[in-house]
């Protein structure tokens, strides 16, 4: 583990080879899972404001769940989470022309008809889950879910790229470019350690 100003980063974090594969996983991380994507304060009133923007993205069968259910709720933890549905599917999952599943809300900024919510930040950091101590710091840690995610480590293998590596622009976005920046510097000499012993 290693400290970044007050965030605490995870050693598999730093050492894990990840590079998501979708060919391979079709966003199986939009559409399992027990319960939905955990929402900060923050992001509750931008992703609100952004819903009517993505409906034209979303199934049917989803309109219709929010339209009945609602957009969140709060799971057993007592935090806000999207909505999902059948007890997996987050509500916002729109799917592709060959079946892989897909934020509507990264969508419809990728297609410059949102520009008011990208999507949440704990998917958007996802393999990484992040934990609130008790002290209010945060700590980072990797999410191992198998088999789903074996793709990803093997292709990240094969490129080179590491967990935090790889989610550089979700970490910017959640902690800022020179907190990054000195993650990366510390990683490096952790890595170069660990592999000089």
Known sequence: ?????????????????FVCDLEACKGACCIEGES?????????????????HILEYLPHSNREYIEE??????????????QIIDGERCVFTCFEDDGSARCAFE?????????IFYKPISCHLFPIRVSVLSDGRHALNYSRWYPICEPARVFG???????YQ???DPLIR?????WYD??????ELYLEKREGQ
């Open 69 to 82: 259910h609602g957009l969140m709720y709060e799971d057993s933890d007592g935090d806000m989470v999207t």
């Open 107 to 115: 969508k419809a900024y990728s297609e410059g008809k949102n520009d």
């Open 182 to 187: 000195k993650l990366v510097e510390q990683a």
């Open 1 to 17: 583990m290693i400290v970044v100003d007050d965030v605490l980063v995870s050693s598999e974090v730093l050492e894990t080879y």
């Open 36 to 52: 939905g994507a955990p929402l900060i304060d923050q992001e509750i009133e931008s992703l609100c404001r952004a819903v009517p």
């Open 174 to 178: 959640a902690y800022g470019e020179e």
């Open 157 to 163: 293998k094969r490129k080179g790229v590491r967990v």
């Open 166 to 168: 790889f989610l550089k």
